[in-house]
């Protein structure tokens, strides 16, 4: 990895806290760029790969305070589409703070593993949620996913399925500026 290059990462958008994309407490970043134009995706708005919000991996985790966060959860867009900035934020994220890491991609961890550089990001990733939305098969628990093909893999030893289970399918947040955003997974019917 170019270490000595700084990296920018576009995103799309930050919820500084959510309980329902993982376990705890977790900062959800969402990567702008995706062309996999999975049908009935949740997040269309990430699609486009123009440049939305740059951020360095560093400023990224400085944005808004960690006390009492978890971890990180990193969807999309497609994160892996952009993986030097990915694979930096991981390490930061694990590293300097302790945050656990969650990761939800388009691809299949198969693919993944065939590229290089996706593959030094598994190496931060404690748990994968891979490959694209089906709508014909959406996940209608309280398991922290879209639809039921996508498959978990626990990478380390710190989080199983049980813990994905989720205390509710769908967050409402009225930030300070009074903007409302909803996140998690439509649909409940219980874990
Ligand atoms: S991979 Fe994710 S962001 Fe991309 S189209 Fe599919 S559901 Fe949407």
């Not at 699609?47 to 951020?55: A, K, L």
């Not at 959860?73 to 694990?94: C, V």
């Not at 694209?132 to 498959?151: D, F």
């Amino acid at each position: 990895m170019p270490n000595a290059i700084p990296i920018n990462i576009n995103i799309h958008s930050i919820i500084p806290i959510s309980k329902v994309n993982g376990p705890g407490n977790r900062m959800v970043l969402f990567f702008q760029g995706c062309d996999k134009n999975c049908h009935g995706c949740f997040n269309p708005d990430t699609h486009s790969f123009q440049t939305i919000n740059p951020y360095s991996p560093d400023e990224l985790l400085k944005k808004y305070p960690l006390n009492g966060i978890e971890g990180i959860t990193i969807s999309g867009g497609e994160p892996f589409m952009q993986p030097y900035g990915l694979y930096e934020l991981l390490k930061i994220a694990r590293k300097t703070y302790g945050l656990s890491t969650v990761v939800y991609t388009g691809f299949t961890y198969k693919e993944l593993e065939k590229k290089p550089e996706c593959r030094l990001c598994l190496g931060f990733i404690d748990v994968l949620i891979d490959g694209r939305y089906v709508a014909s098969k959406k996940e209608t628990t309280l398991l922290a996913r879209g639809s039921t093909n996508q498959r978990f893999y626990f990478l380390s030893s710190r989080y199983s399925k049980i813990d994905f289970c989720m205390p509710g399918k769908v967050e409402v947040i009225i930030g300070k500026d009074g903007v409302i955003t909803k996140t998690g997974f439509s649909k409940l019917a219980g874990c």
